[in-house]
């Protein structure tokens, strides 16, 4: 697809544009002019089956040309649309002026032209195009994106599901966990955000000005015009069938999709200022890329800049889709244009979903576990075991296990020494005083090991 890259308004038609060159077809004007022609060309054919006596059905040779209009609709077959839009000032009626002149030559399509585009209204056209282009772009582009992520951060629990790290709860110490686990609780939402996005269903409908068949059945009573489109959209489209629309689809469904965008987003954005946050502390260093520059004057700089640029495009995304959700479902009585020119950027918004998750795969590449920074900040953090000590306490009864373990701990450094002198005086059972005495805040994980192997 042709774009201009220094010249670009957009950065995703610009310095970005080969990383979301993917969606290009599919979310562009272009691919919103591809899918009408789909529709007209499958509307077209279904008519010719209706049963009409004054549209026989068409043979085998007409329908492959049809749809190999569609098939091989190139760019240049878009630049005409839009040559025949400059006359027309209107974007489908200039689909279906194109259509017509490729009938040209063959007698059979000609005898039948005025069919193309039948008792529909532009929106039977756009809504249905719409809704093919989401589910290509979801198919195509943006699970597979998502499930790269998500395979990368599963491989990286497994990998580091035992290695011992101290959690920070409000920013302080607290109860010791894995690696792992903490890339294994991103993962489990994920799978649930990812299950969300792809089992929306993208609903179409194809029954005219305002949504009651006028036209249809005013030129020809006797057909269950609600069944033939059912058929079309549930049939060759391949899409779910809406009965109960105004002149356009309600645009529900694209709203519950973008919100299940937005909801994976905000997840991944979570961890990506998580990670950030862990290069920051030295628990992840980054491999370093020869002949990168981190800083114009400071040469020892290597910036988590892929988390960076991940948390910035999920922000850009979100805003969009967001506003989407929001605005789409709203048309004022039967119809406004407002949705015309906010769909036009579903593009945008899953480009920067897809930028995103393209930059935080490249970061979670980069990054190395220095286990030593691990293990230090660990050694450093003797207070954590003041929890699992009180717990054993409370088990055999002694008096105000937390108050004691308070009194000792807050607002103190704590060393192995000075806590295991604390359960050399504690008055339990030997054999548990000796398990006491065994833990340390890099054993002190419980089950986050398990749990992170297992997601």
Avoid at 142 to 164: I, K, N, S
Avoid at 321 to 331: G, R, V
Wanted: glycine residues 6%; proline residues 5%.
């Amino acid at each position: 697809m042709t774009f201009v890259p220094l010249t670009a308004l957009s950065p995703l038609d610009g310095r970005y544009a080969a990383k979301v060159a993917a969606l290009r077809p599919l979310l562009s004007e272009f691919g919103l002019m591809h899918r009408r022609v789909q529709v007209e060309v499958e509307w077209f054919i279904a008519l010719s089956d209706a049963g009409l006596a004054q549209f026989a059905p068409l043979s085998a040779a007409a329908r492959a040309f049809l749809r190999g209009l569609v098939s091989g609709f190139s760019e240049a077959d878009a630049l005409a649309i839009k040559d025949i839009e400059r006359t027309t000032n209107h974007d489908v009626k200039a689909v279906e002026y194109w259509l017509k002149r490729r009938f040209e030559g063959h007698a059979e399509l000609l005898a039948a032209q005025e069919f193309v585009h039948f008792a529909c209204t532009s929106e039977d056209i756009n809504n249905t195009s719409h809704a093919l282009m989401l589910q290509a772009a979801r198919a195509q582009v943006l699970l597979p994106a998502l499930d790269a992520v998500q395979q990368r951060m599963t491989a990286l629990a497994h990998e580091l599901a035992g290695l011992p790290m101290l959690s920070r709860t409000h920013g302080q110490t607290a109860s010791p966990t894995t690696v792992g686990k903490e890339v294994a609780n991103v993962v489990a939402r994920l799978k649930t955000a990812r299950e969300r996005i792809a089992a929306v269903p993208l609903p179409a409908k194809m029954n005219g000005a305002v949504g009651n068949y006028n036209a249809h059945l005013s030129a020809c009573p006797d057909i269950d015009w609600e069944a033939f489109s059912r058929g079309v959209v549930e049939g060759p489209l391949g899409l779910a069938f809406n009965a109960y629309t105004t002149q356009i689809e309600p645009h529900d469904a694209m709203a519950e999709l973008f919100d299940a965008m937005a909801r994976c987003n905000t997840i991944l954005t979570d961890w990506a200022r998580d990670v950030w946050g862990y290069i920051s502390l030295g628990y992840f260093r980054q491999k370093t890329q020869p002949g990168e520059v981190g800083s114009s004057t400071m040469p020892h700089k290597v910036n988590p800049i892929d988390f960076e640029n991940a948390e910035g495009n999920y922000g850009l995304a979100n805003a969009l889709l967001a506003h989407m959700s929001h605005k789409l479902p709203i048309s004022r009585w039967q119809r406004d244009l407002t949705d015309s020119t906010v769909l036009r950027n579903m593009g945008v918004a899953f480009g920067h979903t897809v930028l995103a998750h393209d930059s935080l795969l490249r970061g979670l590449d980069k990054l190395q576990v220095d286990e030593a920074r691990l293990a230090a900040d660990l050694d450093g953090a003797w207070e954590v075991l003041a929890e699992p000590i009180q717990t054993v306490m409370r088990l055999h009864g002694l008096p105000e296990p937390y108050e004691q373990l308070k009194a000792f701990t807050r607002g103190q450094p704590m060393t192995r020494a000075l806590m295991q002198g604390f359960v050399q005086g504690l008055a339990l059972p030997e054999a548990e005083k000796q398990r006491l005495l065994a833990l340390t805040p890099a054993t002190y994980t419980g089950a986050a090991e398990a749990l992170a192997r297992r997601v």
